[in-house]
């Protein structure tokens, strides 16, 4: 089965702009999560997408993140506008179920200058 | 709330060597417990996994036994290679909920 695909790869933002990742999970996982790395530290959770709706968004640091997936498919982060601290790996995942574990994507590298 | 710490890294080894990384949680209830490993340009990769106390996770000769007891998961390998130098994450999710707990990551470099 294809895996978990991020794009873009790499992002190169000034502050005050606006960026949009974006994740296709596994075929057929109805969980969704995002997480975030930010210099070295912990794997930090966004969100858990429940097919099209949010589970759990507690982690969402702002009113600047904003994350939708549209027809319980592919999902979208969007940072706007983004500062300087939100520069980090954002990774996607999905799943099954909880127990199994998740399968990750390869995560988008985030730089904002 | 819930949490997870791992040793700091790097970790350096010759080839060969004997590999342990620690890991230590707190949770509420029975945890589901992960190894995740992130090789250099990848994504994370789920390594090996226990669901309940006692349960020993293997996979690619790494093991972890889920010891409630002192609540810790360590890492090991008796032999380790060039091609396992990665970051190492441990992780824990707990009953009731989806949401994953990640430590710090430990890095390990494998010499030649």
């Known amino acids: 089965e294809a895996g978990v695909t991020q794009f873009p790869s790499h992002s190169v933002i000034e502050k005050g702009q606006t960026v949009t990742l974006r994740c296709d999970p596994i075929s057929g996982h109805d969980n969704l999560y995002w997480y975030r790395r930010v210099m070295g530290k912990e794997i930090k959770f966004l969100l858990h997408?429940?097919?099209?709706?949010?589970?759990?968004e507690s982690g969402m640091p702002n009113n600047r993140f904003l994350a939708e997936r549209t027809g319980g498919t592919y999902s979208t982060l969007k940072v706007q506008p983004a500062e300087l601290e939100d520069s980090g790996v954002y990774f996607c995942?999905?799943?099954?179920?909880?127990?199994?574990?998740?399968?990750f994507g390869s995560g988008t590298r985030l730089t904002v200058v | 709330g819930d949490s997870v710490t791992q040793m700091e890294g790097p970790v350096t080894l010759s080839e060969e060597a004997f590999l342990t990384i620690n890991c230590t949680y707190t949770?509420?209830?029975?945890?589901?417990l992960f190894w995740y490993v992130q090789y250099p340009g990848e994504g994370l990769q789920l390594l090996l996994k226990?669901?309940?106390?006692?349960d020993k996770g293997s996979n690619k000769g790494f093991e972890a036994t889920y010891r409630k007891e002192t609540t810790s998961f360590h890492l090991e390998k008796g032999s380790v290679q060039v091609s396992d130098s990665a970051v190492y994450f441990c992780a824990l999710t707990n009953t009731g909920g989806f949401k994953t707990i990640f430590g710090a990551g430990t890095r390990l470099f494998v010499k030649a």
């Open positions: 949770a509420t209830g029975y945890p589901s």
């Open positions: 997408f429940v097919k099209e709706s949010k589970q759990d």
């Open positions: 995942a999905s799943s099954h179920d909880r127990v199994r574990g998740y399968t």
């Open positions: 226990a669901t309940k106390a006692d």
